[in-house]
């Protein structure tokens, strides 16, 4: 199988109600693909948790670029802002800086990063305040690539 | 268990009429109101119960590969929330039960102490 990219920009809706639809449309190209099952759930947790960062914490949005290759699946997420204070605070389970509203949602549990990490084989994380947060979550197709 | 006979067991009300249920089966269920917890915790195949509402209850469904949802406490879904869950087929369903009780009964009848 060839290299595969899935680009996906994630805006900043006027509601939480559209949350969701570029990490499931993610996974319907990741299964489209023929990836196996319980790494495409592994990737879809990754792309769903960026993609709620991305539309609960951001200014302006940001976006999503997962690449599939026959070894490897690496997910990019970027975006412009604010960026993080404490990076190894948010990456604490529990650890959340979202306002009451957004908990009544069943959202902002402090558990966004630590599941991304969760699943993945190689995570890393930039984020700078101001200028914006990078993350580069990897998943191994091959035991042996890992 | 068949989903089907658990839903004759439970009472559960199946919302998504057009999501053919025959034939699926469940083994297990998981029951939160944090939708990262059950992106964190919930096993494929299980029954989410819940008494969260709103929409993206069916991309967390689609996305663990789930054996469906279960509102409790009577709560009824938005027509837009049944919509979606009938259009990604992801059988809805409401009980009556609140929580607690809907989990203790699900927890018997999927084999209590000795599920999986």
């Known amino acids: ?146 | 268990m068949l989903l089907k006979e658990l839903m004759d067991r439970v009472g559960l009300e199946l919302v998504t009429t057009g999501v053919d249920i025959q034939g699926m089966e469940v083994k297990w269920a998981y029951t939160s109101d944090l939708l990262s917890d059950v992106m964190a915790s919930a096993r494929e195949g299980d029954l989410w119960l819940t008494i969260q509402r709103h929409l993206n209850i069916v991309a967390v469904a689609k996305l663990k590969d789930l054996a469906g949802v279960v509102l409790a406490k009577g709560i009824s879904p938005s027509p837009e929330v049944a919509s979606k869950a009938e259009e990604e087929g992801i059988p809805l369903f409401i009980s009556q039960f609140p929580l607690f009780e809907l989990s203790g009964k699900l927890y018997e009848l999927l084999g209590g102490e000795d599920g999986p």
């Open chain 1, 1 to 146: 199988m060839e290299r595969r990219e899935l680009y996906y920009v994630v805006s900043k809706p006027g509601s939480f109600e559209e949350v969701g639809i570029v990490s499931t449309g993610m996974k319907a190209g990741l299964e489209k693909m023929g990836v196996e099952g319980s790494l495409v759930r592994r990737v879809a947790v990754i792309c769903f948790e960026a993609e709620m960062n991305l539309v609960l914490y951001t200014t302006r949005g940001g976006n999503i670029r997962v690449v599939v290759d026959p070894e490897r699946i690496d997910v990019f997420v970027q975006d412009d802002g604010p960026g993080m204070e404490n990076v190894e605070k948010a990456l604490q389970p529990g650890y959340s800086t979202a306002p009451m509203w957004i908990h009544e949602l069943g959202f902002g549990a402090g558990m966004g990063l630590p599941n991304i990490k969760r699943n993945s084989d190689v995570f890393e994380i930039k984020s700078e305040l101001g200028k914006g947060t990078f993350i580069h979550a990897v998943v191994f197709r091959r035991r042996d690539a890992a």
